[in-house]
């Protein structure tokens, strides 16, 4: 009796755990795996303040957060500090990049967000903090001016 071998293929694929744990493009920590996640497209803005006196630009940021609507995040405590070392994951804050210089910045990034607390998604909101960002050329330090703030209620998207 023959018996037909398969050559062996030199073709390596990635197995699912693999694609599945590093495909997300935020820096969620190992333990958040097991988290239901929020996909928060963030694409533009058009004709925000311009917070820089000397360009009549801005720089801005988004600092957002998703929680119960009972809870707002303090946005304001976050130091310079916290930002450097991504301490404000740790606080659930997440931010996107900063667009240098405009009024009419693009992001077009995608932000995950894990969701602990799904059966009461609907009572859960987001806030977007859009702020301006300077950095002080002698010390590095980094502060801030609000340029604008949005609450979206879960429950108003689902309607």
Not at 51 to 69: A, E, L, M, Q
Not at 76 to 104: A, R
Not at 134 to 148: A, H, K
Request: glycine content about 4%.
């Amino acid at each position: 009796k023959t018996i037909k071998m398969k050559k062996k293929s030199k073709k390596t694929g990635l197995k699912t755990r693999e694609v599945s744990k590093d495909h997300f493009s935020s820096n969620l920590n190992k333990k958040d795996y097991n988290y239901n996640r929020f996909l928060l497209r963030l694409l533009d803005g058009k004709s925000l303040l311009a917070s820089d006196v000397s360009t009549g630009k801005s720089d801005p940021v988004c600092f957002i957060w998703i929680g119960p609507k009972n809870e707002f995040p303090d946005f304001h405590s976050l130091t310079s500090n916290d930002i450097k070392n991504n301490l404000n994951v740790n606080k659930g804050i997440y931010l996107s990049k900063v667009c240098k210089t405009t009024v009419d910045p693009i992001w077009n990034e995608d932000i995950n967000i894990p969701i602990i607390d799904v059966l009461n998604l609907l009572d859960y909101h987001c806030v977007i903090l859009v702020r301006d960002e300077d950095i002080d050329e002698e010390t590095n330090d980094i502060s801030y001016d609000d340029l604008g703030l949005l609450d979206i209620s879960f429950q108003s998207i689902v309607k």
